[in-house]
């Protein structure tokens, strides 16, 4: 039971990890692309996908993400003119944001190896 409860923290992880490494990478790169917001919604429909993530996600799921952050891009630009010059600070913050889930995540699992531990064995006699 304890291998199959740190197997599936170690893929929950791996999976947290991927995410926040994806829209730190999108982050980063969005604010370096400059404040123009029409220019912005063009350079995110033409995103290059990083080579790591293709590998390990289906390319019309992408494209879908792609839409997603373009429609959010052009809907915020009416409302939030500031929000490229905030995006200096948004992988930062996702990379805390990532600790703090890791922190839980392991808080969790360690729990929960403790309780494991307490169950007595099938065959044992109490």
Do not use: C
Not at 10 to 18: D, F
Not at 78 to 87: D, N, R, S, V
């Amino acid at each position: 039971m304890k291998i199959l409860l740190w197997v599936t923290v170690l893929l929950l992880a791996a999976v947290w990890t991927g995410g926040i490494a994806l829209l730190a990478s999108l982050a980063n790169w969005l604010a370096g692309a400059g404040g123009q917001v029409v220019g912005a919604v063009q350079t995110v429909a033409e995103w290059p996908v990083p080579g790591w993530a293709a590998v390990w996600m289906d390319p019309a799921w992408l494209d879908g993400v792609r839409a997603v952050l373009t429609w959010t891009i052009d809907a915020s630009a009416t409302y939030a003119p500031w929000l490229f010059a905030a995006l200096g600070w948004i992988a930062p913050l996702l990379w805390v944001l990532w600790g703090l889930g890791m922190a839980v995540l392991l808080g969790i699992a360690g729990v929960g190896h403790v309780l494991i531990g307490r169950v007595p064995p099938a065959g044992a006699q109490g």
